[in-house]
Structures are given as C-alpha cells and as structure tokens.
C-alpha cells in the first residue's frame, strides 16, 4: 500500500538526495509533492532522471504499487516507456505480480477521480504536470458537473451562523439524491431472510452543542519531511471547538485503525489533502481507542494528517443521536453484501490489516463550520466500510469556503423568514 511518509515515496533513488531541498521550499508532505508541474521541476534544478523518477512514483502511489518504485526508477526509463512494455516484460524482469500488472497498466483508473464543483477555480500555484496521472490532473480538468442551484446565500454573518445547518437541508447534489443535513450511503434493507434487521439512522445533524466541548487529545501532528514519525510524547486534552476556531474542519472517526476498510478510506481521503488546502479546510482523524502500536502502524502510512483520541467516544455518540452505532461481524459484515463489497473495494487497494482492537463501533464524517457555525455535514457508517461521497464533501468545504457567494436552494421555512 502507498505511503504517506515522505522517506518511503521518495525510495532509495534519485529524489532521495533531493529531500532537503524539498523540504527548504515548502514540498514537504507527499500528496503536495504530487502536483508539482514542469515549471516547479525547473525552478528545483531537477534532473531529467529525478523528473522521470517522481512521475513513475506518483503514477505507481496512485495504484498502491510502490513496492516496484526503485527497481522500475533503477531501468532509467519514463513512465510512457515503462507503460508500453508487454505485460510477460512487467512480470519477468520487474517481478510483478500478475493482479499488480493489470493494475499498473490500466491507465483508465486513478485514485484522484473526484471532482470540485464548476462554479469552483482552484486558486493554487501548484497545479499538476501533463505527464503525470496525479491527483490535480482530475481536479484541475474539471468542468462537467453542474448544479442546480437558483437563490443567493445573501445574508449577513450572523444569520449565515444561526442558519448553516438548515441552509444544507435541500441542496442537491447530483440527480436522485437531496441532501438533507445527514447521509448514511444507500437505504438498508433486512439481511438473512428477514432475520437481520437494517441498521437505524438518526434523521437529523447532530446539534453543534453536542460536539464543542468534547475533549479530545492529539497522538500526532501533521506529517511533514522530518516528523519524528513515532508517538512518543502525549500532548494534554483539548477541547474540540479549537480545532475549528480559525477554519473549517472534516473530521473522519476511524472505527478502527487496523481495519482494512477504514485504512482504505483514510488513504483516499487523506490523498485529496491539497483540494482541502486550496478549500482551507483542516483534516483530522479521530479514534475511539487508543492502542499506541496501531497508532503507529496507522500514521502516516494510511493517513498523514492529525490523530485525535476521543477518549469518552463522543464524537461516535452524536453520530447515533446520542447512542453508539454498533454492529456485530456475522450479521453487520458475513451477512450484509454491501460491507463485503467494500472489503473487496479495499483489498483490491493492496491494504493490509489486522484484528486487534475493538471493531464493532461504527464510525462517520463531520464537516464543522469555522468557529460556531455549526455541523455542515454529517456521514454515517451504516454498513462496515461505507465512504462519505467525495463529491459531496468537496461540495460542501467550497459552500462553507464561500458563503456569502454561493448559490444554495434554501429550505422553505427559512425562505419565508427573509
């Protein structure tokens, strides 16, 4: 699986030496790294081969393939070179596996292939480079998806934050599918002949007084170059309202860290992090145990971003309107084909796993207004393995980025108060 520590994306090759540099002007995490361009290459004084070298290695970071970086870098070759050798050349000289092979030569499929909203222009310096498969080639090229979107958020501040929750409850996101403050992937349905019963949702967001006082405890800082990458010191409780005093915040509660699933979908989210920087939107994850070696083996190879430890597991109360979501193996996972689904999902993304820990907890998605704006979005996991929508969670950082100039379809009761 790719790795979000710097040392293991750049490998033992080219870039290796390249580190400091990268580190002195300001490319110092790996998804950033990602969308350097041409014209960044040049202003770094790289070489033709460490060209070359960090194009493969987010080509093959994409793809979970890194494990073939070095020796794919070490036959001085690009990647269009590289991408038009037969498949028995892949497994005999580069020793690929044959899933692996299919999947390297597959250009048809990235992990970047979610989008930002049209009416978005992405106000960035670092865009990617046209030889390359990366992240920002998706998002920067996007101009298919429309909304619809017909009356003007014209409102003051004040009124922006008494309202947030409820301006949310029927913008819609794409066809057959209204947002209405909460998403829980697709209806449930009884599993085994009726025997298993579908997994209740709350119908509301929770109400933002429920999360500001939660007291949460911060096991590691963002990822950067030099990071000591193990937790050794533990910083002292906080309150969450400081996580999103300055910013907007998506929140991701791991259900559990060694979970196959839940690494998937960290990586994925995690990936995206220079959408959400261009957004000015924070990233944290937040678990409800805290094993220090899963924790480790968590960050930052899954997820590069901050790790919270939600001690009283209040985070995962609110997202069953004040009880926890639980679910056990043989009727949430054994039963239930949408969670096998997602597990074959997973590992078709070379993630590993394990089973230590408490894993019955379902976990979700916040989306968090700056200051006390209040719960913008909010994503249950009904089924094991269950993703917010992309889509859906860039929608709404750019809403919560831009409210004064965004165009929202306001729920009736607060059209009538204007």
């Known amino acids: 699986m790719a790795s979000f520590a710097i040392e293991d994306f750049v490998g033992n090759g080219s870039l290796q030496g390249l580190v400091p540099k990268l580190l002195e002007e300001g490319w110092d995490d790996v998804p950033t790294l990602k969308t350097m361009n041409a014209d960044d290459m040049n202003e770094l004084n790289m070489t033709q081969r460490q060209k070359d070298a960090l194009e493969i290695r987010s ?67 670092r865009r990617t480079s046209l030889r390359n498969e990366s992240l920002y080639k998706d ?41 209405k403050g909460i998403v829980a992937s697709m209806p449930d349905e009884p ?111 899954y997820w590069g971003g901050v790790v919270l430890f939600d001690r009283s597991m209040e985070f995962y109360k609110c997202l069953g309107g004040g009880n926890l979501l639980k679910d056990k193996f043989i009727s949430g996972f054994l039963f239930n084909p949408r969670a096998i689904a997602n597990y074959k999902r997973a590992k078709s993304m070379g993630v590993e796993q394990n089973f230590r820990g408490e894993g019955e907890i ?26 917010a929508p992309h889509a859906e969670v860039f929608e709404i950082c750019h809403q919560l980025q831009n409210p004064q100039g965004s165009q929202l379809e306001l729920p009736q009761s607060i059209q009538q108060r204007d």
């Open 139 to 179: 998002i920067s090229a996007v101009t298919s998806r429309k909304q619809t979107m017909t009356r003007s958020f014209g409102r003051t501040n004040t009124a922006y934050d008494v309202s947030l929750e409820q301006s949310m409850a029927d913008f819609k996101i794409k066809d057959g599918h209204v947002f």
């Open 59 to 125: 080509y093959l970071h994409n793809r979970a393939l890194m494990q073939y970086a070095d020796m794919l870098e070490e036959s001085e070759k690009s990647l269009p070179e590289l991408l038009k050798l037969t498949k028995v050349d892949l497994t005999t000289v580069y020793g690929m596996k044959r899933g692996h092979v299919a999947r390297f030569t597959d250009r048809t499929t990235t992990s970047g292939g979610d989008t930002l909203p049209e009416a978005y222009n992405l106000q960035a310096s």
């Open 362 to 387: 379902k976990g979700g998605l916040y989306i968090v207004g700056r200051g006390k704006s209040g719960i913008a979005y909010q994503f249950i996991e009904r089924n094991f393995g269950d993703w």
């Open 191 to 301: 599993r085994a002949c009726g025997c298993v019963q579908a997994t209740p949702v709350i119908e509301n967001v929770a109400p933002y007084s429920s999360i500001e006082n939660i007291s949460v405890q911060k096991l590691t800082p963002e990822y950067k170059i030099g990071t000591e990458r193990l937790v050794k010191s533990k910083s002292p409780p906080m309150k969450a309202s400081e996580l999103w005093r300055d910013k907007p915040a998506v929140i991701i509660c791991i259900r559990r860290p060694g979970c196959i699933m839940c690494r998937a979908e960290a990586h994925q989210l995690y990936a995206k992090k220079p959408i959400f920087d261009a957004l000015g939107v924070q990233l944290f994850a937040v678990l409800h145990e805290q094993i220090e070696a899963e924790v480790k083996d968590f960050w930052p190879r």
